[in-house]
């Protein structure tokens, strides 16, 4: 059974960093594209980070990009997620994903979520 756990949320002040773990398990994740989402409370699932298999292509949203970095170590099916300078509307669940290209992970259209982490930022 394939499982993508999240791992590093919490509490942090505005201007920390926080670091967020994905380990997958279950399956080989072999080409498979990895991203980063987000939902905060009474809004929508927006979409953060996403790279490639190979990491040699990464996507951000505007409103993290310069703060947050995506990155993965396939030899340890896990991708991670540094976020710098946060601010308190990045407070929110993060969720990873996984899917067979980067297109369809930018869009949401996933193979296999996680069941997220609460990142809360205090101002």
């Known amino acids: 059974q394939v499982q993508l756990v999240e791992s590093g949320g919490g509490l942090v002040q505005a201007g920390g960093s926080l670091t967020l773990s994905c380990a997958a398990s279950g399956r080989t994740f072999s080409g498979y594209a990895m991203g980063w989402f987000r939902q905060a409370p009474g809004k929508e699932r927006e979409f953060v980070a996403a790279?490639?298999?190979?990491?040699?292509?990464?996507t951000y949203a505007n409103s993290v990009k310069g703060r947050f970095t995506i990155s993965r170590d396939n030899a340890k099916n896990t991708v991670y997620l540094q976020m710098n300078s946060l601010k308190p509307e990045d407070t929110a669940v993060y969720y990873c994903a996984s899917a067979k290209n980067l297109i369809a992970t930018m869009s949401g259209i996933c193979d296999y979520w996680g069941p997220g982490t609460q990142v809360t930022v205090s101002s």
């Open positions: 790279t490639t298999w190979s990491g040699g292509s990464t």
